[in-house]
């Protein structure tokens, strides 16, 4: 469709309510923010059998500026009615959240990197709509982490087991609809709970969860990781960009053991 992802939503819906399953596919900010309009009307409100495939999650496309920054688009998702959301965080989940949406019927919001993330799974793995997995178990708190922070929360969780703090790994792929009980278990067997998103920390994984406790009659300690309320007026690596805003896996662990340990 060209640089004209307003017709290309409104086509892909078209097309849907003809009976067909349509994928869109574009950078996050023009497939997502440019076309909310189009997106509210013509998908979530017709319960279109269109699946939306956003690339660049976060700060993938971090040299290209602010303009590329993909760091609202989880909470812009969220608010619209019939719209499942999955944030995969490795090739693998990938791979398995593609066959997995084609089969659901419905708006879906697909949110990946670009290519060559690292893997975290050893292998491919049963992948449900809406259910978590464990990666690693873990008593002391639980790192519940989505997308292509993922990998970043296993090297969290290896920086922990030399302080001797075994941390519950949790792949919440599916933000919406959130695995509830899985935050529930995390918040009752560790008593702690820490969010990791490349997002901005209002509308997405942590806000999501953040909903969830209250309701639960548990009170974790809670800490949402991600990208604080403001643009980056800078360019560079995805892994600057991380260390800039205190997400990468040294400053998140470091936060952690403080949180845990009270210092």
């Given at each position: 469709?060209?640089?004209?992802?307003?017709?290309?939503?409104?086509?892909?819906?078209?097309?849907?309510?003809?009976?067909?399953?349509?994928?869109?596919?574009?950078?996050?900010?023009?497939?997502?923010?440019?076309?909310?309009?189009?997106?509210?009307?013509?998908?979530?409100?017709?319960?279109?059998?269109?699946?939306?495939?956003?690339?660049?999650?976060?700060?993938?496309?971090?040299?290209?500026?602010?303009?590329?920054?993909?760091?609202?688009?989880?909470?812009?998702m969220r608010t619209?009615?019939?719209?499942?959301?999955?944030?995969?965080?490795?090739?693998?989940?990938?791979?398995?959240?593609?066959?997995?949406?084609?089969?659901?019927?419905?708006?879906?919001?697909?949110?990946?990197?670009?290519?060559?993330?690292?893997?975290?799974?050893?292998?491919?793995?049963?992948?449900?709509?809406?259910?978590?997995?464990?990666?690693?178990?873990?008593?002391?708190?639980?790192?519940?982490?989505?997308?292509?922070?993922?990998?970043?929360?296993l090297a969290v969780?290896?920086?922990?087991?030399?302080?001797?703090?075994?941390?519950?790994?949790?792949?919440?792929?599916?933000?919406?609809?959130?695995?509830?009980?899985?935050?529930?278990?995390?918040?009752?067997?560790?008593?702690?709970?820490?969010?990791?998103?490349?997002?901005?920390?209002?509308?997405?994984?942590?806000?999501?969860?953040?909903?969830?406790?209250?309701?639960?009659?548990?009170?974790?300690?809670?800490?949402?990781?991600?990208?604080?309320?403001?643009?980056?007026?800078?360019?560079?690596?995805?892994?600057?960009?991380?260390?800039?805003?205190?997400?990468?896996?040294?400053?998140?662990?470091?936060?952690?053991?403080?949180?845990?340990?009270?210092?």
């Amino acid at each position: 469709m060209g640089v004209s992802e307003a017709n290309m939503i409104g086509v892909a819906s078209g097309l849907a309510l003809s009976g067909k399953t349509v994928f869109v596919y574009s950078i996050i900010p023009f497939v997502t923010s440019r076309v909310f309009e189009q997106i509210r009307d013509d998908v979530a409100l017709q319960k279109a059998n269109v699946k939306i495939v956003g690339v660049g999650s976060g700060f993938t496309y971090g040299q290209l500026g602010p303009t590329h920054h993909s760091i609202e688009d989880i909470g812009i998702m969220r608010t619209l009615p019939n719209m499942t959301i999955i944030c995969p965080g490795d090739p693998y989940e990938t791979e398995e959240a593609t066959k997995a949406i084609a089969a659901l019927s419905g708006p879906v919001y697909l949110r990946i990197g670009k290519k060559g993330e690292p893997t975290v799974h050893k292998k491919s793995l049963p992948f449900k709509v809406g259910r978590a997995i464990t990666v690693k178990k873990g008593t002391d708190c639980a790192i519940v982490a989505t997308g292509n922070m993922l990998p970043v929360g296993l090297a969290v969780s290896e920086i922990l087991d030399r302080e001797k703090i075994k941390a519950r790994l949790v792949s919440m792929h599916t933000i919406k609809p959130l695995d509830v009980n899985s935050i529930k278990r995390a918040a009752l067997e560790t008593g702690a709970v820490f969010t990791l998103e490349e997002h901005n920390i209002i509308g997405g994984l942590g806000s999501a969860v953040a909903e969830v406790l209250p309701y639960s009659r548990l009170s974790p300690i809670f800490v949402r990781f991600g990208i604080q309320d403001k643009f980056t007026h800078i360019a560079g690596t995805q892994d600057f960009l991380r260390s800039y805003h205190k997400i990468s896996a040294k400053n998140i662990a470091f936060k952690i053991i403080k949180s845990l340990r009270g210092k």
